[in-house]
């Protein structure tokens, strides 16, 4: 998972970062398509965690977070640069709608190189299933941003489901240990961290909601990526490169989790969002912490407790239910489509 960015209920044509205002067409075929593209983004995602958790016994936190920030920001340059090769330019501005535009892609790229890092930290300190459910509570501030900024309709089987996911990630940070044992925890400091990297993600994909109107996303990512980048490089200066011995298997693998991971992951998201609902989008990502969670359990032998065994099924099933449920009531009379959103 990268830094997840937001993606609207509108589309984009197969051609990077051109819109279009027709509805999701009915093409069987593309439907299909667009599912394969899900689901192989959704793999990713899910294998991600793993990935980085071995790198980050060779390289250091904060030169992990930089390369992979600087990998991504490369890729989506190149699709920007192509994107301006094809044509494709953004609506006039105002000198007042470019200020504001300007302040949330420093705020979104500030949170995406912020939950970068801290997510990063928190692998060396808790599991990778742990980690990887508790960054879902960016979903959750999604779905109440929805609810309390954008008059989206909460009803019972919404709030019941964010509430239940909530519980979840209750569970596995408290993971049945006493107050004075839990401050102290090497696992609760990791499970802040992951909840913290969490929050960063939503910033980001919440500064995309607000800027991506009229643009393609990639131009809105684009800058996000390089601030993060510049924010990374910072740490990285100052610290190690290395805590292990130079690998160049785990340099190599290092890099292709922000190209494939924090890049080409994002890309296919939105393209499938061309004809998925996003509210079903976003509740198939709710998938990538259990293939993280058996992924880490058979591969690194991690330890699977009582509490992380209950609270992953409710924040992942809670997390799915309360973006489904867009979908299954009735709009309100000042929801909108444009108003639906996701994460990728």
Excluded at 13 to 27: N, W
Excluded at 149 to 155: G, S, T, V, W
Excluded at 249 to 261: P, Q
Aim: hydrophobic letters at 55%.
């Amino acid at each position: 998972m990268w830094g997840r960015s937001l993606v609207c209920m509108h589309q984009e044509s197969p051609t990077i970062g051109v819109r279009v205002s027709s509805q999701f067409p009915d093409d069987h075929s593309e439907r299909l398509r667009s599912i394969a593209l899900l689901l192989f983004a959704v793999v990713i995602w899910g294998m991600q965690p793993l990935a980085i958790k071995i790198v980050l016994h060779f390289f250091s936190v904060a030169f992990t977070a930089f390369a992979r920030s600087l990998a991504a920001s490369l890729l989506f340059g190149a699709l920007a640069v192509l994107q301006k090769r094809v044509g494709h330019a953004a609506a006039p501005r105002s000198n007042a709608d470019r200020v504001r535009v300007a302040a949330w892609l420093i705020i979104g790229g500030l949170g995406l190189g912020f939950s970068n890092i801290a997510w990063n930290l928190s692998l060396l300190y808790t599991t990778v299933g742990a980690t990887t459910v508790l960054s879902l509570i960016s979903s959750v501030i999604i779905a109440l941003y929805g609810i309390f900024f954008l008059a989206e309709r909460c009803n019972p089987l919404r709030g019941g489901a964010i509430f239940l996911s909530l519980c979840g990630m209750f569970l596995i940070s408290w993971n049945g240990e006493d107050l004075s044992a839990l401050v102290n925890s090497r696992y609760f400091l990791g499970n802040l961290l992951a909840l913290a990297g969490g929050v960063g993600w939503a910033l980001c994909a919440l500064a995309q909601k607000v800027t991506v109107r009229g643009r393609s996303s990639v131009s809105v990512v684009a800058p996000m990526f390089v601030l993060s980048t510049l924010l990374c490089a910072f740490p990285a200066s100052f610290g190690t490169v290395l805590v292990g011995p130079f690998s160049l298997s785990m340099l190599a693998l290092m890099l292709l989790t922000g190209i494939l991971g924090m890049g080409l992951a994002n890309v296919l998201f939105a393209q499938a969002m061309r004809t998925i609902p996003a509210s079903v989008g976003a509740a198939v990502l709710a998938v990538n912490p259990l293939i993280a969670f058996v992924a880490a359990s058979l591969l690194l032998h991690e330890p699977v407790t009582v509490y992380l065994l209950f609270g992953a099924p409710l924040t992942s099933g809670g997390v799915a239910l309360a973006f489904l449920s867009m979908s299954a009531s009735p709009p309100s009379s000042s929801d909108s489509v444009k108003h639906s959103i996701a994460t990728d």
